[in-house]
C-alpha cells in the first residue's frame, strides 16, 4: 500500500509545541486568507489528495497554553479553500460531532459538498475536553452514545433532501434539508487513539485517524479488528522536510506504508509561507506516486 499525501493546513491549527515562527506570524500579518490560498492552490495543483481544518469552538485559558487555542472555524475555512481550489479535498480533522445536530451537519457539509462538486470528507470524533462540552451545553457523560445516534442520523440525512430518521435522541421525518449534498454517502474518518473508537469507526464510517499512537501499539490495534475492503487508515506522520532531509521524508512515509496507512495527514518543516511552498513541491518531486495528476474523486 502507497499512502496518498494530505496536510495538516497550516496556520489554521496551531498548537504551542508544534506551530511554528512563520504561522503564527501569518496569523498576525495583514494577508492570512491570502497565504491560505496559495497554500490550497498549490496543493491543487501538484495533486494532494486533501486539506485539512480542525474544530474547537472555544478552549479554556489554562487549557489552550498546553493545547492551544488558535482553532479556525472548519466550514467557513474549508469552504473559503474550496472556492479557489478544484480537486483537492476538503477534510474536518475532526467535527465534534456531540456538538452539533446531525441535520445541521448535513446541511452545512452538504453545501460544502455541494458547492465544492462533493469533495468533502468528513472527520469526526467523540471529543474530549468536557469544559467546551458544558459551555456548549452538550452532553459530556453520555458522548459516545451520543455520537453514535448522531453519526447514524448524519447517515440517514446526507444527501437526502426529505431525510428521516428515529432514535432516542434525534428524531426527525418530512423535513425539507435544501441544498443537500449531490451524493447519498459521503467518506467518513473517524479519530481516536483506543480500539474503542476503530470500532466505531469499522462500524459507522470509511475510515480510522488515529493519533497518539506508537508504531507498535497501532499496529496491534489496527489488526485485532476486521475490516472491510477499502476501509482507511490515516496516519499523521512526523514532520516531514524533502528539502533539508529528504531520506528521512521517504522512511517516515515508508512506516506509514509498512503500518497499512491508505493516507496520511502530513506537516512539512518550514521557515516561511514560502519556504512551506517550495516543502510543497519538493515533496511531490520525491514521492511522485503518492500524487494525483487527474480530477479528484471519492
Same mark, same amino acid.
Given at each position: 500500500?502507497?499512502?496518498?499525501?494530505?496536510?495538516?493546513?497550516?496556520?489554521?491549527?496551531?498548537? =504551542?509545541?508544534?506551530?511554528?515562527?512563520?504561522?503564527?506570524?501569518?496569523?498576525?500579518?495583514?494577508?492570512?486568507?491570502?497565504?491560505?490560498?496559495?497554500?490550497?492552490?498549490?496543493?491543487?495543483?501538484?495533486?494532494?489528495?486533501?486539506?485539512?481544518?480542525?474544530?474547537?469552538?472555544?478552549?479554556?485559558?489554562?487549557?489552550?497554553?498546553? @493545547?492551544?487555542?488558535?482553532?479556525?472555524? =472548519?466550514?467557513?475555512?474549508?469552504?473559503?479553500?474550496?472556492?479557489?481550489?478544484?480537486?483537492?479535498?476538503?477534510?474536518? /480533522?475532526?467535527?465534534?460531532?456531540?456538538?452539533?445536530?446531525?441535520?445541521?451537519?448535513?446541511?452545512?457539509?452538504?453545501?460544502?459538498?455541494?458547492?465544492? /462538486?462533493?469533495?468533502?470528507?468528513?472527520?469526526?470524533?467523540?471529543?474530549?475536553?468536557?469544559?467546551?462540552?458544558?459551555?456548549?451545553?452538550?452532553?459530556?457523560?453520555?458522548?459516545?452514545?451520543?455520537?453514535?445516534?448522531?453519526?447514524?442520523?448524519?447517515?440517514?440525512?446526507?444527501?437526502?433532501?426529505?431525510?428521516?430518521?428515529?432514535?432516542?435522541?434525534?428524531?426527525?421525518?418530512?423535513?425539507?434539508?435544501?441544498?443537500?449534498?449531490?451524493?447519498?454517502?459521503?467518506?467518513?474518518?473517524?479519530?481516536?487513539?483506543?480500539?474503542?473508537?476503530? @470500532?466505531?469507526?469499522?462500524?459507522?464510517?470509511?475510515?480510522?485517524?488515529?493519533?497518539?499512537?506508537?508504531?507498535?501499539?497501532?499496529?496491534?490495534?489496527?489488526?485485532?479488528?476486521?475490516?472491510?475492503?477499502?476501509?482507511?487508515?490515516?496516519?499523521?506522520?512526523? =514532520?516531514?522536510?524533502?528539502?533539508?532531509? =529528504?531520506?528521512?521524508?521517504?522512511?517516515?512515509?515508508?512506516?506509514?506504508?509498512?503500518?497499512?496507512?491508505?493516507?496520511? /495527514?502530513?506537516?512539512?518543516?518550514?521557515?516561511?509561507?514560502?519556504?512551506?511552498?517550495?516543502?510543497?513541491?519538493?515533496?511531490?518531486?520525491?514521492?511522485?506516486?503518492?500524487?494525483?495528476?487527474?480530477?479528484?474523486?471519492?
Amino acid at each position: 500500500m502507497t499512502a496518498r499525501i494530505g496536510l495538516l493546513t497550516p496556520v489554521v491549527v496551531q498548537h =504551542p509545541r508544534t506551530a511554528a515562527a512563520w504561522e503564527r506570524d501569518v496569523l498576525a500579518g495583514p494577508d492570512v486568507g491570502g497565504t491560505l490560498l496559495a497554500i490550497a492552490r498549490a496543493a491543487d495543483d501538484l495533486g494532494y489528495h486533501h486539506l485539512t481544518c480542525s474544530e474547537h469552538v472555544a478552549v479554556p485559558a489554562p487549557i489552550a497554553a498546553e @493545547r492551544g487555542g488558535t482553532y479556525f472555524d =472548519p466550514v467557513a475555512t474549508l469552504s473559503f479553500l474550496a472556492s479557489a481550489t478544484r480537486r483537492v479535498r476538503l477534510a474536518t /480533522n475532526v467535527v465534534v460531532i456531540g456538538y452539533h445536530h446531525p441535520l445541521a451537519l448535513a446541511k452545512t457539509y452538504g453545501t460544502l459538498d455541494l458547492l465544492s /462538486n462533493g469533495r468533502v470528507i468528513l472527520g469526526v470524533g467523540v471529543g474530549s475536553l468536557q469544559e467546551e462540552f458544558d459551555l456548549l451545553g452538550a452532553e459530556f457523560a453520555g458522548r459516545g452514545a451520543v455520537a453514535d445516534e448522531a453519526i447514524a442520523a448524519l447517515r440517514a440525512a446526507w444527501g437526502r433532501a426529505v431525510p428521516h430518521h428515529e432514535g432516542p435522541r434525534f428524531t426527525f421525518t418530512d423535513f425539507v434539508v435544501e441544498p443537500h449534498a449531490p451524493r447519498t454517502t459521503v467518506p467518513l474518518w473517524f479519530g481516536g487513539r483506543t480500539r474503542r473508537s476503530l @470500532r466505531r469507526a469499522v462500524a459507522y464510517g470509511t475510515g480510522w485517524a488515529p493519533f497518539g499512537l506508537g508504531p507498535q501499539e497501532l499496529t496491534r490495534l489496527w489488526h485485532s479488528v476486521e475490516r472491510p475492503d477499502g476501509f482507511d487508515l490515516v496516519l499523521q506522520v512526523p =514532520p516531514l522536510d524533502p528539502l533539508g532531509d =529528504p531520506d528521512g521524508s521517504r522512511e517516515h512515509l515508508r512506516t506509514a506504508d509498512a503500518v497499512g496507512a491508505t493516507a496520511v /495527514n502530513a506537516s512539512l518543516v518550514a521557515t516561511s509561507a514560502a519556504h512551506y511552498l517550495a516543502q510543497m513541491a519538493a515533496l511531490r518531486e520525491l514521492a511522485p506516486e503518492r500524487f494525483e495528476t487527474t480530477a479528484a474523486t471519492t
